[in-house]
Structures are given as C-alpha cells and as structure tokens.
C-alpha cells in the first residue's frame, strides 16, 4: 500500500528535526595599539561550526573565513577607534557572546599612562553602539583617582577586563596594578575594580570596599607550602634573597565573572609570572564572612618560594608532577556544557614537549565542583596540591609565544586560539593536531603579523 500525502510530510518533517544545527561566531581582532603598517581598524573572522560541542572533535567540522556581514555586525564591521582617536589596548568585549545588549566595549589607548609596567595602559573603556556607530567614552584615569587617593599610590589600568551585569547594570571589571611597598621592591600587585558602563560610578564589593585587593584578600607571605594551597604566595619586602626582577606580582592578565551552574558566583583570574589560573568566590556577590574572594580551584604551576624569594619547587594544581612546569598563562574562559560539565580553557605560553621543545598550548580543565563544594561546605581542606584534583585536555600549538594568547572551547577538544605574540591570527585547532587560521590582512588581502590578545570579542548570528 502507497503512503498517505500526510504520511510522507510527517517524514520529511522529522528528518528535518535531526539535521545538526551550527553556531555561525564573528570574531574581532583588534590589533593591540595598531599594526606594524599603521592599521586601526577591527576585523572579523567567521566560524561555523555544529552547535552542540559533543557532535564535534575535529576542525574538519569548522568552517572559516574572513568576514564581516553588516546584517550581523552592524557598525562594528566597519569599526576603527583612531577615526574619533586612540587606538584598541589588547582588547575589546561583548556581553554573552552576541552583543545582546548592542554594545562593543573597548580598552583604548589615548597615551596618558605611557611607560607604566604590567599590559599597560588603556586610559579609557570605549562603549561603541552597534546600530549608529556612535559610543560613550568612560576616563579609567579620572575613576581611579579616589582609589589612588585612599590608598596613597597611583593605580593603573593592567591588561584586561570583563563586562558583567550585576542586578541590572553592566559593569567593567577592570584589572589595575598598583606599587606595593608589602612586596619585594615594591612589586606591583593586582586589583579588581568594579566600573558602572552606565555613569562611570564605581561599585563597592559586598564588604563595602572600592575595589578588590587580591594580594590582601588572596594572598600569603608564608613560605610553609600548605599555606600557598588556598592562598597564592607572595614574596614580601622582608625577604633578602636576590631580587628576580620581577616588577610585578604577578603579572595579572585574564579576568572572567560567571555564574555556575549551581548559580554559586565567581571570577577566575590568570597570573602570567605564577604560571596559574585562580578562580574565587565573586566579592561583590559574597560578603567575606560569606565566602567571598575565598579560593575554590587552582590550575597551574605556581612557584614555592623561601623566606629569601628563592625559587623553593612548584605547586602541581590540577597536573601530575611527572608534567612539565609551565611557563607564562593567559587568560581564562568558561564553559558549560549540556552535560552539566563545567570547564575553563587557558592558554599556557611554554610548556616543554616529549622532545623538550618549548611551545604554547591550550589548556582546558574540569571544574571540580567536589573540591569546591568542601570549601563551600566549611568541610576539612585536604592541604596538598591534590586539593585541586582534576581532568583536563591539552593541545599543542604549532608555536611558541611568551606574551598575551586566549583559548575558547567550542567542541569536543575543539580550540579557537588566539595567537598573542607568535602573530599567527585567530585559529581553531584540535587534539588531533589539525588546525585553520584566520589572519589579519592589509588592503591587498596579503596576511600581516600582528599579536591578537585573545579571542573574545564575540558576536554571534542569529
């Protein structure tokens, strides 16, 4: 007997039910301070690739090009900060990977911090409007002055930042250094403060403090290594040893607020110099009696140090302490996944192959969310580096870059990258070592080497 007419429509429609649905991503690379040929402008990169990162492990499965579709992108396609002045400082963001809210916020570079250490210095968060093109401008130099004031030394922009809504406002969680006379020849070391994208006002963590002090909230001058479980080291101005010039402690460059699955609130951080992703309790969720700025995971290989500020060994967070140390981390990304999985991809700058080669990598490990449920559970802490126990997956890249660099996950060990200082564009690699690049190009469509700081200025269609 012939199918009924309806019989078959209902066919074609469930066939139409199981065809893999994909995530068109634009990706923007700004180009650090300009090119070496004097570009200011954005460009984009197009990924396409099967929305559900479980039905991928392969590159194969990624689509890429260079493209900026204005139906999407609107007047960031066509986005240069030098035609109203200053140029793009490391990096911009999106909210939530699609621009939901039509804004492009932007680290600018207008000159009034020249010279200053540490990923310095953007002066300005630039809010640019999607549909006209038209921004808002926000003086970092005139908000942190009360900061500088309280604290009696000038605070600065460092790096990065995230855009974040807290209650109903967007929020800049802007990284700022200071010098502080606590540490060994008066280091910099890192703050967290909170910049309202709405009227310039700063919001006072939970505690009622103006910023987030993450070597008074996080750290320890103790060299007893069970100390630096919880707490990352610092090296104090007591210790005798010979300096290490390091002018920074410790060089931080990636900041990220996200909400858990468990709705537990968070920012994870990322120290170049101590080799580390932290990721801690939010301060402006939790007041400190409540858990806030408290410690939850650590991934790397941060130093040990001893009562002089020598080297003393390394921590093995998350890693076996057959593995080799890593040298330099750059920022952090998180990722859910449908599975309830939560993960945060990194990207480690060196780290020595099975042939002693020193390249970069991308990094993404497991949240351990039983770890982190015996600190919210005031339950014993285990006080060895096993504390911070976990799975992760890695993949080696085809160089070497000691500055800047970002990871985001996508796919089953699927990687978009951003190359920093190596200067090879936005790729997207696998472990299976395939990979394809997206390049930044001068007007004759020739590639130009220039360090894309990460890969997160996202816009998504549709």
């Not at 007997?1 to 199981?18: D, H, N, R």
């Not at 590159?59 to 204005?70: G, K, R």
């Not at 200071?178 to 540490?183: H, Q, V």
């Not at 080799?275 to 040990?304: H, K």
Request: with cysteine; net charge negative.
């Amino acid at each position: 007997m012939m199918p009924k007419i309806s019989q078959l429509l209902f066919c074609v429609a469930g066939l139409s039910t199981v065809v893999a649905k994909n995530t068109t991503s634009y990706i923007g690379m700004a180009g650090n301070a300009g090119t070496p040929t004097g570009e200011t402008a954005l460009q984009w990169c197009k990924f396409s690739y099967p929305t559900n990162p479980n039905k991928f492990s392969t590159v194969d499965s990624v689509t890429v090009s260079n493209s900026a579709p204005t139906n999407v992108l609107g007047e960031f396609a066509s986005l240069d900060p030098a035609d109203v002045g200053g140029k793009v400082m490391l990096t911009c963001k999106t909210i939530d990977d699609s621009a939901s809210d039509g804004a492009l916020y932007c680290y600018i570079n207008n000159g009034i911090y020249a010279g200053i250490v540490g990923g310095c210095c953007a002066d300005e968060v630039r809010v640019y409007n999607k549909s006209t093109g038209g921004h808002s401008s926000f003086d970092l130099s005139s908000i942190l002055e009360p900061i500088s004031a309280a604290i009696g030394v000038t605070v600065y922009p460092s790096h990065t930042f995230d855009v974040s809504v807290i209650g109903a406002t967007t929020y800049a969680i802007v990284n700022v250094i200071y010098a502080n006379a606590a540490l060994q020849n008066s280091a910099y070391s890192d703050m967290l403060v909170a910049v309202s994208m709405r009227d310039g006002s700063i919001l006072k963590t939970a505690d009622g403090n103006s910023y987030f002090d993450m070597f008074t909230e996080l750290g320890t001058t103790s060299t007893a290594t069970s100390d630096s479980i919880y707490k990352v080291q610092y090296i104090p101005a007591s210790a005798f040893g010979r300096f290490h010039g390091e002018s920074e402690q410790w060089h931080q460059n990636g900041c990220s607020r996200f909400s858990m699955a468990d709705t537990t609130q968070v920012i994870a951080i990322t120290h170049r110099s101590l080799n580390e992703a932290v990721v801690f309790m939010d301060p402006w969720a939790y007041t400190s009696s409540a858990g806030g700025g408290t410690i939850l995971q650590r991934f790397g290989t941060p130093t040990i140090y001893d009562s002089s500020g020598e080297s003393a060994g390394n921590h093995y967070f998350g890693l076996a302490s057959s593995e080799s140390i890593f040298n330099g981390m750059h920022n952090v990304r998180y990722k859910l996944y449908a599975s309830g999985k939560e993960t945060v991809s990194v990207f480690v700058n060196s780290q020595a192959t099975t042939t002693d080669e020193r390249v970069s990598h991308a990094y993404e490990f497991v949240l351990n969310t039983t770890s982190m449920n015996r600190v919210l559970n005031s339950q014993p802490l285990i006080t060895d580096d096993s504390a911070f126990s976990t799975t992760y997956t890695s993949v080696t890249l085809a160089y070497f870059t000691g500055s800047q660099g970002g990871v985001k996950a996508i796919g089953k060990g699927v990687y978009i990258v951003a190359s920093g200082g190596a200067k090879e564009g936005i790729s997207v690699y696998d472990t299976s070592g395939g990979s394809k690049q997206c390049s930044y190009t001068d007007s004759s469509g020739s590639a130009l080497g220039i360090a894309i700081y990460d890969p997160f200025i996202t816009v998504n269609a549709g």
